[in-house]
């Protein structure tokens, strides 16, 4: 990440101090900025002296004593507090009177860091996001004690840099970490519970909702020992059980399976490692499908099954009579469908479908859904030209299990008054590249249909904070259309 940022300055004319522990690891850093700006080169965004007179003005060295004449130093260590502590007393006593001392800390109390310092009025964080050339955010941290006007100045800083700032208060994960790897956790503990495999849970939030990577390939991107740090400071702060960093990421962190950086974590990055095949689809030996479920979803399937030439028999869930003797029961559906089931002759038939997006659906398998007739309806989607997502019939699937309670958690933010909706929704797009905010996103779905769905979520897993933002509530009861228009 220190290469990434050094490369933001460098890009950005000024001129750059890059410290390194160690020789290794400044070899390593200066190959990240070769790496970076040549494939910049490669893809024609800078011509080869662009790229020389930006890595000119990068200095390498391994001595903090360097730093003695900058204006601005940027840490980006490891999120360790002890060697914030020992590296801030350090720069304090090295940079000049008037230098700023800023935190790329991913959720540190940058007051706990600035308080090591003579000069905490100029300490602040300047949070970047990964990988840092690329993302557009930077979310500015100010303390009690910042003095006024340097959060304008840094974010001033920040524009010139080509990012965006959001400026906001001191608090565990500010707003992207902590709206982030709440989810993020969430997707190891759905994970861990068998709900889906990895790369169904990927697939489902990168094809489903549009997310530029699935939790599992950001978590590899991040760096689990990030993530797992970063969960634990969350849940110092709010004592609640699911910002527990999951047991999964203690286990990889432990067998130094770290992400990128080790070259494997939940996924291997390998360069060579074979590509893992694609299953096989084929068409079903069947000749008849029963759909259970109206609407434009049933609608959809059961066009798209009519042309791929399979009869199909619809009934409504009030009475499945039509479909008893179909040879797989396809139950549309975004909540568990394992009660229609028992109503069948035959239980083992029926499959639960929910369509997400334009190229997913979610398949759920209740404890009772034979292999063969799971396996056919994901050969079905496959065949309707979605992406298949494996998962077990359990509220919210796998999609809303996981979108609903981050929708919840932003609105709960706005609620606290830590940021406005509009920094909130800025913070996602520009700091994850989501393709729409947190209210953005609840305006898309509605903010009835997301009440209700974290009303089953809740009902399920008993997760006090799956239980619907008060603020939500009332704002539904109060019949508002979108929370958007509302809140400003
Ligand atoms: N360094 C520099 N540039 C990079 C890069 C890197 N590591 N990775 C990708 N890029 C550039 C590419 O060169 C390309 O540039 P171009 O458009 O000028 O040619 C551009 O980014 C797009 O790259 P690709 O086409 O190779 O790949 P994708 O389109 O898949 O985009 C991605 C890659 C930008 C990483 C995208 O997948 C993404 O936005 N992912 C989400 C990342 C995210 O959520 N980051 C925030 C994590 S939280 C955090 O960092 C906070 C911390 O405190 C934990």
Known sequence: MGAGIAEVFARAGLRVIGVEADEAALSRGRGHLEGSTGRAVARGRMTAEEQAALLGRIAFTTSRDDLAGADLVVEAIPEVMEFKRGLFADLDRICKPSAVLATNTSSLSVTAIAATTSRPAQVIGMHFFNPAPVMRLVEVVRTVVTEDGLPDEIAGLARRLGKTPV??????????????????????????TGLASRDD???????????????????????????????????????????????ILRELVTAGLL????????????????????EPGGRPEISLVGL????????????????????????EPGDLTPVAEADVVVALSDTPVVELAVR???PERLVGLHLV????????????????????????????????????????????????????????????????????DAAMRLGCGYPAGPFEMLDAIGIERVRDGLRALYAEYR??????????????????????????
């Open 463 to 488: 997760e006090p904070s799956f239980a619907p933002a008060p603020l939500l509530d009332q704002l539904v009861t109060a019949g508002v259309p979108g929370i958007r228009a509302h809140v400003g």
């Open 167 to 192: 400026t906001v208060g001191d608090r565990a994960g500010f707003v992207v970490n902590r709206l982030l790897l709440s989810y993020l956790n969430h997707a190891c503990a759905l994970l861990e």
């Open 357 to 424: 997006g334009e190229r997913v659906a979610e398949v759920a398998a209740t404890v009772v859904t034979s292999r063969e007739a799971a396996e056919t309806v994901r050969d079905l989607v496959r065949m309707i030209g979605r992406t298949p997502v494996r998962c077990g019939d359990r509220a919210g699937f796998v999609v809303n299990a996981l979108l609903y309670p981050y929708l919840n958690d932003a609105v709960r933010m706005l609620e606290a008054g830590y940021a406005s909706a509009a920094d909130i």
């Open 259 to 278: 992400g990128r950086k080790t070259g494997r974590g939940f996924h291997s990055h390998d360069r060579d490692a074979p590509e893992t095949a694609g």
């Open 344 to 346: 069948l002759p035959r």
């Open 292 to 315: 259970v479920g109206g609407g434009p979803d049933a609608a959809t399937v059961l066009e798209a099954l009519e042309a791929a030439g399979f009869k199909a028999a619809v009934a």
């Open 201 to 247: 849970i990927d697939a489902a939030m990168r094809l489903g909702v549009g997310l530029p990577m699935g939790p599992f390939t950001l978590l590899d991107l991040i760096g689990l020992d990030t993530s797992y740090e970063v969960c634990e400071v969350l849940f110092r702060e709010s004592r609640e059980r699911r910002h527990a960093p999951a047991p």
